[in-house]
């Protein structure tokens, strides 16, 4: 994908993402119960 020119507006921006808080994140999610793989219900889980 090619970088935002700087005059775009940060709605239209690629977000950043801290890859070791989103690995966490999951981890929590999946140890709470989340399956990734399953096709059911929506699940929400509070990752704090």
Same mark, same amino acid.
């Given at each position: 994908m ?7 507006? $940060?709605?239209?921006? !690629?977000?950043?993402?801290? /890859? $070791?808080?989103?690995? !966490?994140?999951?981890?929590? /999610? ?8 399953s ?10």
């Amino acid at each position: 994908m090619p970088k935002a020119a700087s005059h775009s507006v $940060p709605y239209r921006q !690629r977000p950043k993402i801290d /890859a $070791p808080l989103l690995n !966490r994140a999951v981890t929590a /999610a999946i140890q709470a119960g989340w399956q990734p793989l399953s096709r059911g219900k929506p699940v929400s889980v509070l990752v704090e």
